[in-house]
């Protein structure tokens, strides 16, 4: 019995036989989002370090496997900025990432995601890739780059160093083969020993030392299910829906149109399965987002290999190092995360560039909107008042979703901004039907004033 679709494992296999930094430097990029807020959140006591590491690497595995492209594997951004900011427990982070693990098995066994796909417009999808990109840049600006000044907090972290991290970034565009995410990586693991092994952090940050995993089963309490599903798990299921199934599965189309693109209920089902599985082991709540995707992808990851990759290191490091690697990951310099965070941010706001173009999905013949397809497509044309009418929606969801930091809220004023330019065709629409039915407005109208 085959587990997984043969011709991803021959194209992960023909990948990184061909371009193996690429493959290795692309599954890095995620790790500007990745690592911050798994340190935070493992400094705050609500999740394990070692489980965190150990299911989200087995969960690397399988993605590239069954699906062949290089997909994210990141903390659920909504509950983690909840758990942070209120200081919640393991069981309360844990029953708000069951929660949603199992609202979106629901969605995909009932094909409610499938219908989302189908009624969200695309210029609404295009403009929540386009918002949470800029909101990634916003983010590292504000987070992790603003406690930087020319010399401090150490010689290792600072201006210089972000501006020698921008500058290499900017070369990667002219020279793609440079594995761009490896060197940062190794660089930034050089800086961060030295860090530790210096006297004014060496106490406070322990070096790593080996240590197997020992598995603790976790068993969210009455009040931990409530605080954590009504607090956190309820605001992060449109989040979920929308940028980490619905946007992930059209950026991977338009990113890697030479590769099957998963469908709508695949990632779905994947999202609920690493949630159900995993928190209850202390492991933070994971999701795919288009984010992380855009950002391995950035970094020259092209197949599911990149994350294979990956997957095998978490999972090595999970199981013999775990909680001791989080001295190492919290003196790793901010400057690099913050230039990797706005390097994933751009990458992903620059899929807006392609609304009105034959890449946007819902312009294309011969694919379906739930990913499945032959790949044939051919552009459908626009007016253009259409393309205006396009691009007014996208912006209203951008812009409403930056400045209220919410990507349910951008959506809901994107989906309000296309219902609006429908009402004038809706309207009409009625007229007719009650003409035709041998009833006019305006001898109704005349009838009703007489009355």
């Known amino acids: 019995m085959r587990i997984f679709h043969t011709s991803h494992t021959a194209y992960n296999v023909h990948t990184i036989r061909h371009q193996p930094l690429s493959e290795i430097s692309g599954a890095l990029g995620d790790l500007g989002t990745f690592l911050p807020i798994v340190i935070a959140l493992t400094v705050n006591k609500s999740i394990s370090l070692s489980s965190t590491l150990i299911f989200s690497g087995i969960f690397n595995i399988l993605t590239g496997l069954f699906f062949g492209i290089p997909l994210p594997v990141q903390p659920m951004k909504a509950i983690a900025a909840v758990a942070i900011a209120n200081g919640f427990s393991r069981g309360e982070i844990a029953a708000a990432g069951i929660f949603v693990g199992a609202c979106i098995f629901l969605f995909s066994v009932t094909g409610l995601l499938r219908w989302f796909a189908r009624a969200i417009p695309i210029p609404v999808v295009k403009g929540i890739q386009v918002g949470a990109g800029l909101s990634l840049v916003i983010s ?93 798990g309820i605001g992060q299921i449109p989040l979920t829906t929308l940028n980490s199934i619905i946007a992930v599965v059209h950026l991977a189309g338009e990113l890697l149109p030479s590769v099957t693109t998963p469908s709508i209920t695949s990632i779905g089902l994947s999202v609920a399965a690493m949630n159900i599985l995993s928190c209850w082991f202390g492991a933070m709540p994971m999701c795919h987002g288009s984010g992380g995707l855009a950002a391995q992808y950035r970094f020259g990851a092209r197949s599911g290999a990149s994350v ?39 990458e992903l706001a620059s899929v807006g560039e392609s609304l009105n173009t034959g890449r946007a999905w819902d312009l294309r013949g011969g694919v379906g909107a739930d990913g ?50 429908r009402l004038p065709v809706m309207v009409d629409a009625v007229r007719d039907k009650l003409r035709h039915g041998g009833i006019r407005l305006r001898d109704t109208a005349r009838a009703d004033s007489v009355a």
């Open 372 to 421: 499945d397809g032959d790949g044939r497509w051919v552009e459908r044309s626009l007016s253009e008042s259409e393309r205006k009418e396009r691009w007014s929606v996208m912006l209203v969801t951008v812009g409403v979703l930056v400045a209220f930091k919410n990507d349910g809220i951008g959506f809901l004023a994107g989906i309000l901004c296309h219902w609006s330019y």
């Open 140 to 232: 590292a600006a504000g987070k992790l780059l603003s406690s930087l000044s020319w010399t401090h907090p150490s010689w290792a972290d600072n201006y210089l160093w972000m501006i020698a991290a921008f500058l290499g970034l900017l070369a990667t565009n002219i020279y793609r083969q440079i594995p761009y995410g490896l060197l940062v990586l190794i660089l930034g693991l050089i800086f961060a020993f030295i860090l530790l092994l210096s006297p004014t952090h060496h106490k406070n940050s322990p070096l790593p030392s080996f240590g197997l995993w020992h598995p603790h089963f976790l068993l969210p309490n009455s009040r931990a299910w409530k605080t954590g599903i009504i607090n956190a």
């Open 308 to 346: 294979i990759f990956l997957g095998a290191t978490k999972l090595l490091l999970g199981i013999f190092f775990g909680n001791t690697l989080l001295g190492l990951l919290d003196r790793f310099p901010a400057a690099f995360l913050g230039v990797m965070v706005i390097a994933a941010g751009l």
